[in-house]
């Protein structure tokens, strides 16, 4: 019971701020590429609330070399989703685009954002790239590029006032930090090497 309450933790986690995005007024005066351009940014900060879960083995009833395996996958999907995103934007508003990726933005969460994108794309870079730098060189710039990720999305997100409803948005947001914080605890990748 214990497991399926944590499952149920995690989904009502994920999907409650999804549903009530759905509903929300502000959807009504948006072009169609550019609600599911905001939606993929919000599944894929839902994603990397799993992302950390499955890579140290604390989801419930799910072993941990198979979610390791999961991880892989779903992280392949946060990558799909965050070109979604930024290309949406891309295809409503190409000059936003522009300003946020050279970083003149005068909006902060733009930066953030910008951030973030970088740092998914350094972390899937180096799951994906032959691991010649040694394995405990790989796991920490794995994860400091998933902090980085990570805080990036956290504070991307909470700035945008948007279609999100802002109190399950914090949570999330706070979940995901939580999470990634268990993770990078429990494998522990800064810990220096053990001597025989």
Known sequence: MRGL?????????IAVPVVLAAGSPLLAWRE????????????????MLLQPLLAAGLLP????????????WTGSALVALVLLHVGGLWITSPPDVVDALL????????????????????AAGLAVLPRRMGPRVWRRAHTAAVVLAVIGTAVHAVQIEGVMEPVTRALLCAGVLGATGWAVWTLRAWAPRRRA
């Open 5 to 13: 309450a944590a499952w149920a933790a995690v989904g009502l986690g």
């Open 103 to 122: 970083l003149v933005s005068p909006t902060p969460f733009s930066a953030w954002g910008v951030v973030a994108m970088w740092a998914v794309f350094g």
């Open 32 to 47: 169609p590429v550019y609600i599911a351009a905001g939606f993929a940014g919000i599944f894929a900060l839902g994603r």
């Open 61 to 72: 009833l799910v072993p941990r070399a198979l979610g390791r395996r999961v991880h892989v």
